[in-house]
T-cell receptor, first 117, second 110 residues
Framework: GAVVSQHPSRVICKSGTSVKIECRSL??????MFWYRQFPKQSLMLMAT?????????EQGVEKDKFLINHASLTLSTLTVTSAHPEDSSFYIC?????????????FGEGSWLTVV | GEDVEQSLFLSVREGDSSVINCTYT??????LYWYKQEPGAGLQLLTY?????DMKQDQRLTVLLNKKDKHLSLRIADTQTGDSAIYFC??????????FGGGTRLMVKP
C-alpha cells in the first residue's frame, strides 16, 4: 500500500537553530501534503496545507515565517522550524493525499519528535 | 468549522468487543477515517468509509456510519491487548480539509 516516509523520526536541536523535517510519498504522487503538530496528550492540530509548486496555506495562529514549508516536488514536502525554541518541542506529523485510484485517501508519516534544548 | 467529538477513554476485557464512537457536525463530509496511534508512534490508517456507505467490514473491524445523526463508530471484535492504543476518527469535508477528533484511549485488560 501507499507509504509516507518522514525523516528524521527523532531530532534534538539547540535553541536558536533551525531543523528540517522531510516528508516523502514513496509510491504515489501527492499533489497535496499536510503538516500537523501534536502536543502531549492532545489531538492533532493542522498547521498548514501544501500543494506542489505553490505556497503553503497556513492555519490561523501558525507563524509562516517560523514554520517554513516547501513542496517542491510531487513526492517531497519539507517543514523547517526556524530559530527553534523549547516551546516548539512537539510531535510533527505529515500526511499526503493519494490519487483517485486510492480513494483520495490520506496517508500519514510516522511522525517526527522534535526536542529543543 | 467542523467539530469532531470522541469520548476520551474506553476500557474492555480481552476477547470482548470494543465500540468507539465519534460524532461530527459537517453534513458535507465526504470520507471518514479511523486511525490508530500506539505510544510514541505515528498514525496508522485502519480503515475509511465513504459518506454514501452505511457500513464497512474489514476482518475484525466494522465501521458504521449514520449520516442522519452524523455518527461514526468503530467496532473491534475479539479485542486483544495489542489493540490498546489511541484511536482517532477524522472527517474530510467537501473542501478536502481533514478534522480530527480528540482521540479515544482504548485500554484492553487481560
Amino acid at each position: 500500500g501507499a507509504v509516507v516516509s518522514q525523516h528524521p523520526s527523532r531530532v534534538i536541536c539547540k535553541s536558536g537553530t533551525s531543523v528540517k523535517i522531510e516528508c516523502r510519498s514513496l509510491d504515489f504522487q501527492a499533489t497535496t501534503m499536510f503538516w500537523y503538530r501534536q502536543f502531549p496528550k492532545q489531538s492533532l492540530m493542522l498547521m498548514a496545507t501544501s500543494n506542489e509548486g505553490s505556497k503553503a496555506t497556513y492555519e490561523q495562529g501558525v507563524e509562516k515565517d517560523k514554520f517554513l514549508i516547501n513542496h517542491a516536488s510531487l513526492t517531497l514536502s519539507t517543514l523547517t522550524v526556524t530559530s527553534a525554541h523549547p516551546e516548539d518541542s512537539s510531535f510533527y506529523i505529515c500526511s499526503a493525499r493519494g490519487g483517485a485510484d486510492s480513494g483520495n485517501t490520506i496517508y500519514f508519516g510516522e511522525g517526527s519528535w522534535l526536542t529543543v534544548v | 468549522g467542523e467539530d469532531v467529538e470522541q469520548s476520551l477513554f474506553l476500557s474492555v476485557r480481552e476477547g470482548d468487543s470494543s465500540v468507539i464512537n465519534c460524532t461530527y457536525t459537517d453534513s458535507s463530509s465526504t470520507y471518514l477515517y479511523w486511525y490508530k496511534q500506539e505510544p510514541g508512534a505515528g498514525l496508522q490508517l485502519l480503515t475509511y468509509i465513504f459518506s454514501n456507505m452505511d457500513m464497512k467490514q474489514d476482518q475484525r473491524l466494522t465501521v458504521l456510519l449514520n449520516k442522519k445523526d452524523k455518527h461514526l463508530s468503530l467496532r473491534i471484535a475479539d479485542t486483544q491487548t495489542g489493540d490498546s492504543a489511541i484511536y482517532f476518527c477524522a472527517v474530510r469535508n467537501a473542501g478536502n480539509m481533514l478534522t480530527f477528533g480528540g482521540g479515544t484511549r482504548l485500554m484492553v485488560k487481560p
